[in-house]
């Protein structure tokens, strides 16, 4: 695993244990020496390198793979992607196509990638500063139009993205969205440049899609949640979508399409996508070529028995995926969210049978503006029989929680 620490480490350690197989790290020292002691424990053996030298991370990695005899290669973290398909290819192992390999971490290749194979998407430009996103957004039968979306082109979790509806506000958008220069832990650094999209109006959803040897396999459908306004900070998803059966198998092939044209062949990609009101096409947002953020593992597990780490493990090391549903339930996470930023004062999350919850933070501790994902306190996951009672008990237990900030 390619930096376990990602939010996808957790549910490929507990993969590995239903497989039976062993897991290593490629990781900086640094950042291992901060590892939890449930992640420490789960590993077999790290390789220590840099992450963010090419040259030598690949040279160390591919030496430590052959030396243990690793059979698979999982990016945690998704700037790491292209890492794993270059070591893929180096080592023999099912990988994703190296060519494409930085299409699912950048948003420019990704739009290119999604153009080249046709993939329905928002129409999109890049700005290098704000006065070129100006001009941009300012030109001609051609512009993209208000509102627009502003996003750097390499980040995850919402982290410097924001809509805006004129141009008043959209050198500060553009400004907000450059200001990642560098990924943290490891230092990795970004492509600067802010892409500007398209905004296309509707419900959102996500689809993951296991892809094996080059063939798909697309999971189910689930719908999201957000904050309205400038910033949307994902509140919520639920599974099943709700969607009816032929929409919701359209979004499935497109998000295939996606995950294909972005060159994943072994593994997963995760793809976002809005369906505008009365549509019948969903635009694809973006893909990334990685397990999903959000505890969403957790979620569809939970509503169709599919266990996406598992599936993820299978396709990487070369064996065939289970992909097939196993119950028809449904399960609805909501997100516990800061009315501001400051420092937590209390966090309470009512017990409700079907219901458990997750805290992310204690009293003491700071809590960012809410402007990304980075706010979030904690979550509370619901069970039940439908898509509707999942929700409304989440929504319940979420809407009697206590977030205070101080």
């Given amino acids: 695993m390619i930096e376990p620490m990602g939010n996808a480490g957790r549910f490929l350690v507990e993969a590995a244990g239903r497989l039976g197989v062993r897991l290593y790290a490629a990781t900086h020292k640094d950042v291992h020496d901060g590892y939890p002691h449930r992640l420490r424990d789960a590993l077999s053996g790290v390789c220590a390198t840099d992450l963010t030298d090419t040259a030598r991370a690949l040279a160390d990695m591919e030496a430590f793979c052959r030396r243990h005899a690793v059979a698979g290669i999982a990016a945690c973290?998704?700037?790491?992607?292209?890492?794993?398909?270059?070591?893929?290819?180096?080592?023999?192992?099912p990988g994703n196509d190296p060519r494409l390999a930085h299409a699912p971490r950048n948003k420019i290749l990704m739009g290119e990638a999604f153009a080249r194979a046709g993939v329905p998407a928002p129409r999109w430009a890049v700005a290098h500063d704000p006065d070129e996103a100006l001009q941009v957004a300012r030109a001609g039968p051609g512009a993209l139009g208000w509102p627009l979306v502003v996003k750097p082109a390499e980040q995850g979790g919402s982290w410097g993205v924001s809509v805006v509806d004129g141009p008043d506000r959209l050198a500060d958008a553009v400004r907000a969205a450059q200001r990642y220069t560098r990924a943290e832990p490891h230092g990795l650094p970004l492509d600067t440049r802010a892409l500007l999209q398209e905004y296309v109006p509707g419900r959102e959803y996500s689809c993951d899609?296991?892809?094996?040897?080059?063939?798909?396999?697309p999971l189910p459908v689930v719908a999201k949640d957000t904050t309205d306004g400038t910033y949307r900070i994902e509140t919520g998803h639920t599974c099943p979508s709700g969607l009816p059966g032929p929409l919701e198998e359209e979004v499935r092939r497109v998000a295939a399409r996606a995950a294909l044209a972005v060159g994943v062949r072994n593994g997963i990609a995760h793809t976002e996508v809005k369906i505008p009101p009365g549509a019948r096409t969903p635009y694809v947002i973006e893909t990334g070529a990685r397990l999903p953020g959000d505890n969403l593992c957790e979620v569809v597990e939970a509503a169709t028995g599919?266990?996406?780490a598992v599936a993820h493990l299978r396709a990487v090391l070369g064996t065939a995926p289970d992909t097939a549903p196993t119950r028809t339930d449904a399960a609805a996470i909501r997100f516990l969210l800061p009315?501001?930023?400051?420092?937590?004062?209390?966090?309470?999350?009512?017990?409700?049978?079907?219901?458990?919850?997750?805290?992310?933070?204690?009293?003491?501790?700071?809590?960012?503006?809410?402007?990304?994902?980075?706010?979030?306190?904690?979550?509370?996951?619901a069970r039940a029989a439908t898509a509707g009672e999942a929700r409304r008990l989440a929504d319940r237990v979420a809407a009697r929680s206590r977030v205070e900030v101080g």
């Avoid at 790491?80 to 192992?93: I, M, N, Q, S």
């Avoid at 899609?209 to 396999?217: E, F, I, M, R």
């Avoid at 017990?351 to 997750?358: D, F, I, V, Y």
């Avoid at 809410?370 to 509370?380: L, N």
């Fill in 306 to 308: 599919v266990d996406e």
């Fill in 77 to 93: 973290f998704e700037l790491f992607t292209p890492l794993a398909a270059l070591l893929a290819e180096r080592t023999g192992l």
């Fill in 339 to 381: 009315e501001r930023g400051g420092v937590l004062r209390r966090l309470d999350v009512p017990g409700e049978p079907g219901t458990h919850a997750e805290l992310y933070l204690k009293p003491g501790d700071a809590v960012p503006e809410p402007a990304d994902s980075a706010c979030r306190a904690g979550h509370v996951l």
């Fill in 209 to 217: 899609t296991v892809v094996a040897d080059g063939v798909a396999h």
